[in-house]
């Protein structure tokens, strides 16, 4: 059976390398329409343990001031919506910023199970030697848990 996808979790970190997978999503539902859910997942950590030291700008913030971030991040990701797209309307596109105290792989992961979408898109930045060792990849560690395809866009830039 030749799998249909009418359902996509992009993922962004907001940054125009994290940003490239976008287009990608919606040229795969250009012709027979669909979802593109755009999805920014901030972790959010509780009051800091005095034992161990480590900042989250989230946890600093007023509420007043969460909502405003909150709402900016989600205009950031509407004006990511390709043009194109929005001209056709042919794809529907809802847009998600996700604050948890989860990695940020594991929380899309539980978007992707929650949402029941059919693919998770994400670009990965290419890292490669002694910064992927130190910083990982949210791209490889989603590849690894995802209990559903996974395409990764990778960038060269």
Known sequence: MIPRYRKLLV????????????????????????????????????????????????????????????????????????????????????????ETPLTVHEAICQEARELDVDLIVMASHGHSGIVRLLLGSVAEHVLRSADRPVLIVRNRG
């Open 11 to 98: 993922t962004t970190d907001l940054s125009p390398l994290g940003n490239a997978a976008i287009p990608h999503a919606y040229a795969m539902l250009a012709e027979r329409g669909g979802t593109v859910i755009l999805c920014h997942v901030t972790e959010v950590h509780g009051p800091p343990n005095p034992l161990y030291a480590h900042y989250s700008p989230w946890s600093a913030l007023s509420g007043q001031e969460r909502a405003e971030l909150r709402q900016t991040l989600l205009r950031s990701l509407e004006a990511l919506v390709p043009e194109q797209a929005r001209k056709a309307g042919v794809v529907t596109t809802e847009v998600r910023v996700v």
